[in-house]
């Protein structure tokens, strides 16, 4: 059974920083593009970053230069490092698996979520 397991989201003042970590089991991580996407309430969900199969990474706009993805293939895990938080990046972030970088499109699973709050 394929799970993504996301964990780390938490409630941080402005400036802050937190790590994500979204954990898969019923498959092997190795050979897939994994991205990061989350909703706040009332928007849609975006698409925040994407490490595909050797490492290459895509990010939003929004996020570029703050947030950094990355992958553990031993671990069966990603993580999206997240610094110099703002109020706006206040979501529910979701982890999914089997992902076109270029489009943000995603053929595989996704996690339950976790909750980052930035206060200012």
């Known amino acids: ?6 964990s ?4 941080v003042q402005a400036g802050g ?6 954990t898969a089991s ?5 050979g897939y593009s994994m991205g990061w996407f989350r909703q706040a309430p009332g928007k849609e969900r975006e698409g925040v970053s994407c490490i595909n199969w050797s490492g290459s990474t895509t990010y939003a706009d929004s996020v570029r230069g703050r947030f950094t993805a990355s992958r553990d293939n031993i671990k069966n895990t990603v993580y999206l490092q997240m ?7 206040t979501a529910m ?18 996690g339950q ?8």
């Open 8 to 11: 780390g989201g938490d409630l």
């Open 26 to 30: 019923g498959f092997f991580i190795a």
């Open 17 to 22: 920083s937190l790590r994500l970590s979204c």
């Open 93 to 110: 972030y979701y982890c999914a698996s089997d992902l076109t970088c270029s489009r943000w499109s995603v053929r595989g699973s996704w």
């Open 1 to 6: 059974q394929v799970r993504l397991a996301e």
């Open 113 to 120: 979520g976790t909750q980052v709050t930035v206060s200012s």
């Open 83 to 89: 610094t110099s938080l703002k109020p706006e990046d």
